[in-house]
């Protein structure tokens, strides 16, 4: 899909070129049915940490990730209107690529970190006897 654009003039008489065609925005609908999943998906985890759910609190926390990942999901469909169709693709291509430089920054930074720990740090005998 091309852009129609007409011509028009700078302040120096110079001809520019002026997109008239816009991608549309999202509907009211899209827009509702956004703001009701964002609803849910926080007061979903909101429950679970002030109702005092009877989970572990390492099921609780991956839980409260896993609805945080959905949520910046919805935000990026319905409000940041990302799909594949959207500027040709770049739009969700180059979000693709930002996450996995930063999933690969994270696992080699954690990677590091645990063998620096692992190898570098001093163990004490003293501290492993009490």
Known sequence: MSAHHTSGHD???HEIGLAT?????????EYLIGFALSVVLTA????LVMGE??????VIAFTIM???????VVHMVFFLHMSPKSEDGWTLTSLVFTLILV????AGSLWVMY?????MMPRHESRQQL
Do not use: R
């Not at 065609?21 to 609908?29: A, M, R, S, V």
């Open 53 to 58: 759910a009877e989970l572990s609190k390492q």
């Open 21 to 29: 065609d816009h991608e549309p925005h999202g509907t009211l609908k």
């Open 115 to 119: 063998h620096l720990d692992s190898n």
């Open 11 to 13: 302040a120096a008489g």
């Open 66 to 72: 896993g609805f945080a990942a959905v949520q910046m």
């Open 103 to 106: 999933v690969i920054t994270l």
């Open 44 to 47: 979903i985890p909101f429950w």
